[in-house]
């Protein structure tokens, strides 16, 4: 059975970090791309970062770009995201994502599993 429970949510400071984690049950995570997602109230959701499974290429938002990183550990089976200087403009709720062997790809459309999602409110 696959799945996909992301962790590390919470309420921060603007300027502050946070650490997204996403444990990976069922799946062989370097046979398979990642992606981070968010969705704002009242929102679409939003493709914020990716990993590809070929290359490890990774892709970011413009909105996060110099600000979040996409890393995974095939050991713990997990993908993280690293967010730092953080804006309330990044409150949503953030779910990560997978697919079978591709490039990354900030297309929802692309993925077939996905997580339940943890909320990120930035806030003083």
């Known amino acids: 059975q696959v799945q996909l429970v992301e962790s590390g949510g919470g309420l921060v400071q603007p300027g502050g970090s946070l650490r997204l984690s996403c444990a990976a049950s069922?799946?062989?995570?370097?046979?398979?791309?990642w992606g981070w997602f968010r969705q704002a109230p009242g929102k679409e959701r939003e493709g914020v970062s990716s990993?590809?499974?070929?290359?490890?290429?990774?892709t970011y938002a413009d909105a996060v770009k110099g600000r979040f990183t996409i890393s995974r550990d095939n050991a713990k089976n997990t993908v993280y995201l690293q967010m730092n200087s953080l804006k309330p403009d990044d409150t949503a709720v953030y779910y990560c994502?997978?697919?079978?062997?591709?490039?990354?790809?900030?297309?929802?459309?692309?993925?077939?599993?996905w997580g339940q999602g943890t909320q990120v409110t930035v806030s003083s």
């Open positions: 990993i590809s499974s070929i290359n490890g290429r990774t």
């Open positions: 069922g799946f062989t995570l370097n046979a398979y791309a």
């Open positions: 994502a997978a697919r079978y062997y591709g490039f990354e790809d900030l297309n929802d459309n692309a993925y077939d599993h």
